[in-house]
Each structure stands twice: as C-alpha cells, then as structure tokens.
C-alpha cells in the first residue's frame, strides 16, 4: 500500500490542524493506521493508532484529549485532527499502516508497520 500524508502547515499555539493520510494499492481497510512525530533531534514517536475497522483507537499521553484518529474505508483515508495544538507538537508528522494487531502495545511502535507515508510538518509557533 502507499500512503500520502498531508494538510501539515504552520500555525498559532491554540490551533488546529486535519491531517489526513491517503492510501492506494493493497486494500486500506485491512491495516491498522498509526500516526507518529518526529522532532529535530529526536526519535519518532507514537501519537495515535486505529484499529483497521475503526471500532478502537490508542492514543499517546501527549494526545489524549487534543487529538483525533479516524479513518473513513471507503475513502482509503486516515484522518488525524489536532485542537489545542502547542509549540511542542512541532514536528514532521507520519502516517502508517500494518498489523493489524490485537496487542494495543504492538501499534505503538514504529517497527512494527510495513507502510510509510512521506511526513507533512507541522509547525506551531508560540
């Protein structure tokens, strides 16, 4: 499957952004969807993850409460919606797909999936 990432961009502390990861080739709805971040300097990290059906989603301390994961199959579209977003969610961000898994421990980490978007940034100022 290959997977497009975008609706990054800049915005104001307090903002909000849609990602959106679209995906082509193999059937969508059979993988699991992560999204993930990855600030200068440091390593990638998890922010959310929705289950190939949609029926449960994981999501990051850091996320919880601010973000949304979603997802519409017959879109072939992943969807991550970010509210409250502050200067520390700056990043390059990620869409993926794998699994799926039932282990919700197994969506948090990045090499468990096989498909990579190519990253939207994300930048928020102060």
């Known amino acids: 499957v290959q997977l497009q990432a975008f609706g990054g961009g800049l915005v104001q502390a307090g903002g909000s952004l849609r990602l959106s990861c679209a995906a082509s080739?193999?059937?969508?709805?059979?993988?699991?969807m992560g999204w993930f971040r990855q600030a200068p300097g440091k390593e990638r990290e998890f922010v959310a993850r929705i289950r190939w059906s949609g029926s449960s989603t994981y999501y990051a301390d850091s996320a919880k409460g601010r973000f949304t994961i979603s997802r519409d199959n017959a879109k072939n579209t992943a969807y991550l919606q970010m509210n409250s977003l502050e200067p520390e969610d700056t990043a390059l961000y990620y869409c993926?797909?794998?699994?799926?898994?039932?282990?919700?421990?197994?969506?948090?980490?990045?090499?468990?999936?096989?498909?990579w978007g190519q990253g939207t940034q994300v930048t928020v100022s102060s």
């Open positions: 080739g193999r059937t969508f709805s059979r993988y699991d």
């Open positions: 993926a797909a794998g699994g799926p898994w039932t282990t919700v421990a197994f969506g948090t980490d990045p090499g468990r999936y096989d498909y």
